[in-house]
Structure formats: C-alpha cells, structure tokens
C-alpha cells in the first residue's frame, strides 16, 4: 500500500556530513509524522528524530545540534542532515511515517534501512 524508500547512506569519515532522504509512494490520503530511527549492531532500535506534518520536531539528546530533520509535504519526503558524525552513529537508519491510506485506515510504515558507517 505505502512505499517508503530511503537514500543517502554510506561511508564518511568522523566529523563528516551526510544527507539521508526518504520518500513515500503508494496509496496516500495524509501523512501524519514521519522520523528516522537507527539501529546498531546488537542494540535496539532508537528514535533520532520526527517531525509533524506542521513542521514540529524532536531530537535525540544524542543528535542535538548536529542533526536537522525536514520534510517537504508535497512531495512527501523528509530528510535528515547530518553533521559533525561520530562513530556511535554507525546503524541501519531507518525511515518512518503514520500514514492515513483511507477515511478508514491508518498505520505505521518502515522503509528498508539504509546503511551509515562513521569511521576513519
């Protein structure tokens, strides 16, 4: 019903940047929040960041002030700026987002994780 494809990880070296986008597709009526998550090897999956579909965000203590989060209604995207990456950062980050596919339903989509590596 809903796709959400993520794009953007990869290699970069500890104080480095990287940009991750994500994009939904399919049977869309509203998204509500959308985020990213991120999971290490061997620990559970943790929240980074969300935002709302007004523009409200919420951060990681961990992220704060390194990280931006962003989405772009229309095109039903967000995004995730990353800067000043230390190497805790390493994790399959992965993309979110409550979605409303009818008056009827509603429910929680996960993209496929994209891999983020921070090492030197």
């Known amino acids: 019903q809903v796709q959400l494809v993520e794009s953007g990880g990869g290699l970069v070296q500890p104080g480095g940047s990287l940009r991750l986008s994500c994009a939904a597709s399919g049977r869309i009526f509203n998204i509500y929040a959308m985020g990213w998550y991120r999971q290490a090897p061997g620990k559970q999956r943790e929240l980074v960041a969300t935002i709302t579909s007004g523009g409200s965000t919420n951060l990681a203590d961990s992220v704060k002030g390194r990280f931006t989060i962003s989405r772009d209604n229309a095109k039903n995207t967000v995004s995730l700026q990353m800067n000043s990456l230390k190497p805790e950062a390493t994790a399959v980050y992965y993309c979110?987002?409550?979605?409303?596919?009818?008056?009827?339903?509603?429910?929680?989509?996960w993209g496929q994780g994209t891999q983020v590596t921070v090492s030197s």
């Open positions: 979110n987002a409550d979605v409303r596919t009818s008056s009827l339903s509603r429910a929680n989509y």
